[in-house]
């Protein structure tokens, strides 16, 4: 669920804007896990998701061009729209590719660790379902309003899972907040030529065996068509009651287990939200930057490992 969470961060800001203003938008992202766990169990966990969940995002948008940066990838997108540049901070590579090749590189990796079709019947067998709502709150973010939309999956699991259920909470700025606010505005705009290509969320849909999840991809789609701006704070929360009444059997000393809270949780907030100048080097391949196929940088956007063709020997060690 973590690299769906990285991946569809990386699918949402595919498309370039149409306006003018020079605006920037940092997002700080937050990973816990519940106490349920014990420390070292823990820290195991948040280390292992350090590679594929990225600590912050910033988006940057100047003259139609936008830019999505974080740890794990830059996503440069040219006024057009169509045409692209991937960079990989880590390796130091980058890819010049159109919008429809990164789409086809994506489906090719996709495909390739995709697990055997007999695991994605079984899964898909499963009962699962989404519903979407606004919930009637509302917080203020950087000083702007904003209302909080919910959508929840619940997936029943075999035993000992048994039920599960992710709550996503999206706060987007209110119209007359969008209309006041200069970078609002370029956000909404930028927000509507991205979710013009949202469907294209749906290709990770097409190849996990998890219920419900081309559902939950449309949910999301949907939940961005029916609003005009950009998410400025969001949280997912994991809940799975029947593993935390199965821990209570055996709780860790001094250790209160409530069922009802999450397992995990992921926040994104807004570290900044401005209009100042955008300098043009952002948007400039580094010189010690090496060309690669497109494949390989998509991979950086999901490091896993391909699943080998069928009667292939297994890996020595």
Known sequence: MVRQCSFTLGLV???A???????TLRQSVTLNFSSLFPEAVRSAMQESVKSTLPSGTVLQIKNGRAVSSSAT????MEADGNRITLLNPKSKQYANTTYSEYLDATQGVL????PPAQAQQAFQNLHHDVQTKKTGQFAMIQGVRAEE???VATMQMPSPAGTMRMEMHYWIALPDDIRRVPALKELADYAEQSRRKLDAANLVGSFTPMPGMTELMGAIRDLMKDNIGWPLKSSTKMYAPAMVQALQKAPQPGQSLDPNAPMMEILMDVA?????PVPDSVFSVPADYQAA???????????V???????APAPSH
């Open 111 to 114: 495909k390739s660790v995709a």
């Open 73 to 76: 990838l830059t996503i440069m």
């Open 272 to 276: 900044e939200l401005s209009t100042n």
């Open 13 to 15: 800001v595919l498309w």
């Open 149 to 151: 939309s919910l959508i």
């Open 305 to 311: 490992q391909s699943r080998p063709p069928a009667g």
């Open 17 to 23: 804007a149409t306006g003018m203003a020079d605006v």
């Open 293 to 303: 196929p497109v494949e390989e940088l998509v991979k950086a956007l999901m490091p």
